[in-house]
């Protein structure tokens, strides 16, 4: 249902899963599990796993803070876009890669909920891409010290208004990591 002519294709990122912005994330361990899962499924389907990495004052390009998390691993040959704003778009070639591989369906997963992956999926969605938040596979820090909702509120709060965006032409959706499917009709499934 994408609104990009010829592009059928689904491709899988994985946002900033760094040291620097999920140290002490919300239940980590099951993120990081179930982006594994993803991934490892996403390659044996021959589905393109897309790897953004933030770089800022705070997490310096090549710092400890900027490397991935290390039970999440990369293979060579799978694209990394570097990228200095919260939109993984904006500002990278990240575009002309999906454009590259006839992806017209993105699946977002990683951190932080609140940042980059909002600013990820209404990135994607405004230019034209079905967006699929993978609901199981993100996660956010604590900031109620700052007067914000809890990690887990920011999440499911994420999730549930994520499953009905709907604009001509495509479709916003939540689903949880064990439905996933990388199949160009995959837009069209819901969470129920």
Same mark, same amino acid.
């Given at each position: 249902?994408?609104? @990009?002519?010829?592009?059928p294709n689904?491709? +899988?990122?994985v946002?900033d899963m760094?040291?620097?912005?999920v140290?002490?994330?919300?239940d980590l361990?099951?993120?990081i599990?179930?982006i594994?899962t993803l991934? =490892? ?5 021959a589905? /393109?796993?897309?790897?953004?990495q933030h770089?800022?004052d705070?997490? $310096?390009?090549?710092?400890?803070s900027?490397? *991935?998390?290390?039970?999440l691993?990369? #293979?060579?040959?799978? /694209?990394v876009? %570097?990228k %200095?704003y919260? &939109? ?5 070639? +990240?575009?002309? !890669? +999906? =454009?590259?591989l006839?992806v017209? #369906?993105? +699946? ?5 909920? &609140?940042?980059?992956v909002?600013?990820t @999926? %209404?990135?994607?969605?405004t230019?034209? *891409?079905?967006v699929? !938040?993978?609901?199981?596979a #993100?996660?956010?820090e &604590? @900031?109620?010290? *700052?007067?914000?909702?809890t990690? =887990?509120?920011v999440i499911?709060h994420?999730?549930? *208004?994520w499953?009905?965006q $709907?604009a001509?032409?495509? @479709?916003?959706?939540?689903v949880?990591?064990? $439905?996933v499917?990388?199949a160009?009709s995959a =837009? &069209?499934?819901?969470?129920?």
């Amino acid at each position: 249902m994408t609104t @990009l002519p010829d592009r059928p294709n689904t491709a +899988l990122l994985v946002i900033d899963m760094q040291h620097g912005a999920v140290d002490g994330a919300h239940d980590l361990g099951t993120v990081i599990a179930n982006i594994d899962t993803l991934v =490892a499924r996403a390659r044996a389907e021959a589905v /393109p796993v897309i790897w953004v990495q933030h770089s800022d004052d705070q997490m $310096k390009r090549d710092s400890e803070s900027w490397q *991935y998390v290390p039970e999440l691993v990369r #293979h060579d040959g799978e /694209p990394v876009v %570097h990228k %200095h704003y919260g &939109d993984s778009f904006e500002a990278t070639e +990240l575009e002309e !890669l +999906l =454009a590259g591989l006839a992806v017209g #369906h993105v +699946l977002v997963t990683g951190a932080q909920t &609140d940042a980059c992956v909002r600013s990820t @999926l %209404h990135g994607a969605f405004t230019r034209g *891409y079905d967006v699929t !938040l993978v609901g199981d596979a #993100h996660t956010t820090e &604590d @900031l109620t010290a *700052y007067g914000a909702p809890t990690p =887990a509120e920011v999440i499911a709060h994420t999730n549930l *208004y994520w499953s009905f965006q $709907k604009a001509p032409g495509r @479709l916003g959706s939540t689903v949880e990591t064990a $439905k996933v499917s990388f199949a160009p009709s995959a =837009a &069209d499934q819901r969470t129920g």
